[in-house]
């Protein structure tokens, strides 16, 4: 009557880490998952950033263009270039850097979102897993697995630190494995 006693406890002290460890990882995955849903948002208004710059400096260069073909076609045909257009040039020659510059920037900005997004995508993939894993271990009653359902959860909490915390580790295997 004891053994049964002492694996009934036996199975309540695993259901409990379980339990534990499924809700832990709930939350973390859930906070995980508003953050990387606030970077996606941060990515897209960055990238529309960045496509506006680039197709306003395209306009620019196509502005300057067009004026320093007319001053050719007025010098041409022996008339003087008129203040505007030289003043037109002079100011799409100044703007063209500043707004590549800032597409550039855009550019960087996505870039640095992204490692971030990849972050949160990979932990929300090893916290699931760590999850299945741990219910597994429930049904199985077995130790071991719990184990592995902890080394899962916790690298996917590491993910999830790395991005809350703004670290820039990345995780390229599992983004070239999965991307």
Same mark, same amino acid.
């Given at each position: 009557?004891? !053994? ?74 022996? @008339?003087? %270039? ?6 037109? @040039? ?6 063209? %850097?500043?707004?590549?510059?800032? @597409? ?15 972050? +949160?995508?990979?932990?929300?993939? *090893?916290?699931?897993?760590?999850? $299945? ?5 429930? *049904?199985?009653? $077995? ?13 996917? *909490? +590491?993910? $999830?630190?790395?991005? !809350?915390?703004?670290? $820039? !580790?990345? %995780? ?8």
């Amino acid at each position: 009557m004891e !053994f049964e006693v002492s694996a009934e406890a036996k199975d309540k002290r695993l259901n409990r880490r379980v339990a534990i460890t499924v809700l832990a990882l709930s939350v973390v995955m859930g906070l995980g998952t508003i953050k990387d849903g606030n970077i996606v948002q941060a990515m897209e208004r960055t990238e529309s950033r960045s496509v506006d710059l680039w197709n306003e400096y395209q306009a620019t260069r196509t502005k300057l263009r067009i004026t320093e073909i007319a001053q050719i076609q007025l010098t041409a045909a022996h @008339a003087a %270039p008129s203040a505007k257009l030289a003043a037109d @040039a002079a100011r799409y020659r100044a703007e063209a %850097p500043t707004l590549a510059r800032d @597409a550039r920037a855009a550019g960087a900005l996505y870039d640095a979102l992204n490692i971030h997004d990849d972050q +949160f995508d990979a932990s929300e993939a *090893l916290i699931a897993t760590a999850i $299945s894993t741990a219910a597994v271990a429930a *049904l199985v009653e $077995s130790s071991w697995l719990l184990a592995v359902a902890w080394m899962f959860g916790g690298f996917g *909490l +590491f993910l $999830s630190l790395c991005g !809350f915390l703004g670290w $820039s !580790f990345h %995780p390229d295997v599992l983004s070239t494995v999965l991307g």
